[in-house]
């Protein structure tokens, strides 16, 4: 523990509770919903996340996350512990169709390969499945930024997020 009281600045300025829309998820395999498990709980463990005009206007966090596609675009919903509605972010999709897609081609590999390749050619696969992550990472700290401060751990994890979102069976 670092000593900090977890209504201190740096603390408050976190997700406590992450939502996704149900009804945007019509189906998903086990492997899929251990990811959106390891990845909820991870965020929930720890993260960084400042959505800038709320915390201009005085809010405080930490924060809930509400994550749902709305018209094509990431929808997500801050609000505060007593969840009042603080903001709602929209971000385009388009520009992470084609990480998405390559991102579950990859991760497919790699659920196929766990159960019958050699560990070289896992670790190969999930290089690879780490590299397209890192990437899709970096383009959502790009699209956040002005509108969430957040770090890259935080955006892996939410990217993870968004491609739960985007399973249609």
């Excluded at 579950?104 to 690879?128: G, H, L, N």
Aim: glycine share 4%; proline share 4%; with cysteine.
């Amino acid at each position: 523990m670092d000593g900090r009281s977890p209504d201190s600045p740096v603390t408050s300025q976190r997700i406590a509770h992450i939502s996704l829309d149900e009804a945007t998820i019509l189906w998903r395999n086990a492997d899929v919903e251990q990811e959106r498990r390891v990845a909820i709980y991870d965020l929930i463990e720890e993260n960084t996340f400042k959505p800038v005009k709320s915390a201009e206007k005085g809010a405080k966090g930490p924060y809930h996350l509400f994550l749902g596609v709305r018209d094509g675009r990431l929808a997500m919903d801050v609000s505060d512990q007593d969840e009042n509605l603080l903001e709602t972010l929209l971000i385009g999709l388009a520009r992470f169709r084609r990480p998405i897609r390559e991102y579950f081609a990859v991760c497919d590999s790699y659920y196929q390969a766990i159960r019958k390749a050699t560990p070289a050619e896992i670790e190969t696969i999930d290089m690879a499945r780490r590299a397209i992550h890192n990437d899709a990472a970096e383009l959502l700290l790009e699209r956040l930024e002005g509108k969430v401060e957040t770090d890259f751990a935080t955006a892996r994890r939410l990217f993870t997020l968004i491609c739960v979102l985007h399973i249609k069976g």
